[in-house]
């Protein structure tokens, strides 16, 4: 089981620790109408969509500005 209280100072390094110390940990879990189970990704995947998601955000804002981001799984 994860450590309820990691080494890590914020969201981008705790997704970042998970992912190396354990890859496969599902990290998230999507529900179709709030009940059921439609799509789960690990912790390796959640970062390799977060670092996806940043870099196409970079090419468009500069670091600081603010953002509001709506997606489905």
């Known amino acids: 089981m994860p450590d309820p209280q990691p080494d890590a100072d914020n969201l981008v390094e705790l997704l970042q620790k998970r992912a190396a110390d354990n890859p496969a940990l599902r990290f998230l879990?999507?529900?179709e109408s709030g009940e059921e189970e439609s799509e789960a990704l690990s912790a390796e995947q959640t970062e390799t969509r977060a670092e996806a998601l940043a870099e196409e955000?970079?090419?468009q804002i500069e670091p600081g500005d603010r953002?509001?981001?709506f997606f489905r799984p």
Do not use: N
């Open 29 to 31: 879990t999507f529900l």
């Open 57 to 59: 955000l970079l090419e």
């Open 67 to 69: 953002a509001l981001l």
